[in-house]
């Protein structure tokens, strides 16, 4: 497929195992960073946490897909003890964007019929991108109850953290001002990043090799969101500044 990057460079084929080395690092930031807002004795802190553990987990899958490449010599699995960690940043990334959304003054009260109509539409339309471009590709197979669970859990757990943090951004639009609002933006990009990449795994997995695009997808997830993390610490100096 002329969608991929050629398959004989073995340059690309290493350089895609070294990318986890992104997540790693944005997730040591991301507990670093955390300890200066109190770690879990403030949202803010709990969020980085969890926006850390999330890419602690996905640097789990990477290695056991690094392993599967480099070590065994065989294609990659799927579903594969690597979707533990990749499935498992889905959790950490949903909390996080509950925490962020408390932190900047979302108290999820929805009386107000644009509020409610905001609660519905956003989460409908994020689900029904997922749906009508993969999800109905994907019947349901009971002879493969985990590759089924994976095929609608990525795209549904996804769709609910994005829902959230965007919901989230649009009932505080007057709230968040100042240093908090290009912040908690680029954590937004960074979930629609993660997203797509994952989105493009499942469409695209059974012609997956090493150093293909869809690589490069995840190195700009992991890139976003570990450069969201650390902007956080600039959003603490500078109200630091001030008082």
């Known amino acids: 497929m002329t969608f991929f990057l050629p398959k004989e460079n073995d340059l690309y084929g290493y350089f895609g195992t070294l990318y986890g080395l992104i997540a790693l690092w944005g997730g040591i930031w991301g507990l670093l960073i955390s300890r200066h807002w109190g770690g879990m004795n ?19 899958g990477q290695i056991a897909y690094t392993y599967y490449i480099f070590v065994l010599k065989i294609d990659v699995p799927y579903p594969s003890i ?4 990749f499935f498992g940043t889905i959790p950490f990334y949903i909390y996080a964007a509950i925490l962020i959304a408390k932190a900047a003054g ?4 929805l009386q107000s019929y644009t509020n409610k109509l905001q609660a519905i539409i956003v989460p409908l339309i994020v689900l029904g991108f997922a ?6 590709n994907y019947p349901i197979d009971l002879s493969d109850p985990v590759g089924t669970f994976l095929n609608f859990g990525y795209p549904t757990g996804q769709a609910i953290y994005i829902s959230i943090a ?21 954590i937004i990009f960074a979930f629609f990043a993660q997203f797509l990449a994952d989105y493009l795994f499942i469409y695209f997995h059974n012609n997956y090799y090493p150093g293909s695009i869809l690589d490069y ?3 700009i997830a992991y890139f976003l ?19």
């Open 106 to 109: 979302v108290k999820f009260s």
């Open 131 to 136: 749906y009508f471009t993969i999800l109905r």
């Open 225 to 243: 969101m570990s450069f969201g993390i650390m902007h956080f610490q600039t959003v603490l100096d500078k109200l630091r500044s001030v008082h």
């Open 82 to 85: 690597g979707d533990i960690g």
């Open 166 to 186: 965007l919901l989230a951004y649009s009932l505080t639009r007057n709230i968040l001002g100042g240093v908090m609002k290009p912040k908690i933006l680029l």
């Open 42 to 60: 403030s949202l803010i802190g709990k969020a980085l946490i969890m926006l850390s553990l999330g890419l602690f987990a996905q640097e789990f």
């Open 217 to 219: 997808m995840y190195v």
